[in-house]
């Protein structure tokens, strides 16, 4: 006689994980499911969904992950520090069209400073529904932590723009970027 209790088991874990697609319902990754909340950064307008699980990185964490004196302004980490989204606000004006110019430049500064990296996926002027013009691209970086997945997005705003970067450890990377998109479509402002 053949047992099925751990084929039922997988069923019913699979059922599980298909209610729980959006940032609405949550999502899982690996086996956690993640919930999301919108999030207001710091000394702006700007809100995006983020993992309500993910903190503040603490400055001592920040210091060791992010050396330079160029670290994003506001990280908000998982509790292991493993995944990451960065944020910087830029006072500048940008007119239709220059997302594709800025991430350009910042893709020349990496390679610049690093010309191992290799530039993924570079994907321009998409326009989300609080029609804010963005642009983004992916690579493989090395950090402290090992080899990881970055993405790193260029969204123009009002009378600002908003550079956020993601970084997840390269063996999430399939269930993250999902994930990272739907978080920077969802980036509004508020009038």
């Known amino acids: 006689m053949e047992y099925f209790d751990e084929e039922i088991l997988d069923a019913k874990r699979e059922l599980e994980r298909l209610k729980h697609t959006t940032l609405e319902t949550g999502i899982y990754v690996e086996d956690e499911l993640l919930t999301f909340t919108q999030v207001t950064l710091p000394s702006s307008k700007i809100r995006i969904y983020l993992p309500e699980q993910f903190i503040v990185m603490p400055d001592m964490v920040k210091d060791m992950k992010y050396p330079s004196k160029n670290a994003p302004d506001f990280i908000v980490t998982s509790l292991d520090s493993m995944v990451n989204f960065c944020f910087n606000i830029f006072p500048v004006l940008l007119e239709k069209g220059d997302t594709k110019v800025m991430s350009s430049q910042f893709q020349n500064a990496l390679q610049n400073v690093n010309p191992s990296i290799k530039i993924k996926n570079?994907?321009?002027?998409?326009?989300?529904?609080?029609?804010?013009?963005?642009?983004?691209?992916?690579?493989?970086?090395?950090?402290?932590?090992?080899?990881?997945?970055?993405?790193?997005?260029?969204?123009?705003?009002?009378?600002?723009?908003?550079?956020?970067?993601?970084?997840?450890?390269?063996?999430?990377?399939?269930?993250?970027s999902g994930i990272v998109e739907k978080c920077f479509l969802s980036v509004e402002e508020e009038m």
């Open 122 to 176: 570079i994907i321009s002027d998409i326009f989300t529904a609080q029609g804010n013009e963005m642009s983004w691209f992916e690579y493989k970086g090395y950090t402290l932590d090992g080899q990881n997945y970055n993405r790193m997005y260029i969204v123009r705003m009002r009378k600002t723009v908003l550079h956020g970067i993601f970084n997840c450890p390269m063996r999430v990377k399939e269930q993250w």
